[in-house]
């Protein structure tokens, strides 16, 4: 029973890790490979912040969409809040049932800077959505996501 105890710690820990997002830092010189059309398709930025009540609904959304999509969407989340809550960020994206898709946080001292940098339009409001088709156009929505919003999201 000894041993064994010691192997089931180390199982759950892999779990738990297995299941938790990785958050990467995002800073100004980040922002042009993330705004960079993808080469099909189209890249789906999510943009959240923990105190955000509609994010998570927005979020599983989209979601569902790239799992309908997966060869023609590429889907990632972007945290508007610090990176140094990178662990509040993952349990929240791991509880919204996200951990698979790439996720990253704020980096920067001025995150009005990254505000602009990622779209000139946008004043900071989350959600928001942003799509970058491979065609260079872009659609960005602010706020909670409708069902007809998805539709115009979903690849034609």
Do not use: K
């Amino acid at each position: 029973m000894h041993r064994l105890l010691p192997t089931l710690l180390l199982a759950c820990a892999i779990g738990a890790s297995a299941s938790a997002p990785t958050v990467m830092p995002l800073t100004a010189a980040d922002v042009p490979a993330l705004l960079q059309p993808p080469a099909q398709g189209e890249r789906i930025v999510m943009l959240w912040a923990l105190d955000c009540a509609y994010c998570e609904a927005s979020m599983q959304a989209l979601a569902t969409l790239q799992r309908a999509h997966p060869a023609e969407i590429e889907l990632l989340t972007v945290a508007t809040d610090s990176i140094a809550l990178r662990t509040r960020i993952a349990a929240r994206l791991a509880a919204a049932g996200l951990p698979g898709y790439p996720a990253r946080a704020y980096a920067a001292a001025s995150p009005e800077q990254l505000n602009f940098l990622i779209d000139p339009e946008w004043g900071g409001e989350t959600p928001r959505t942003l799509v970058i088709r491979a065609d260079g156009t872009r659609i960005a929505v602010s706020g909670a996501l409708t069902g007809a919003q998805l539709q115009q999201i979903a690849p034609p």
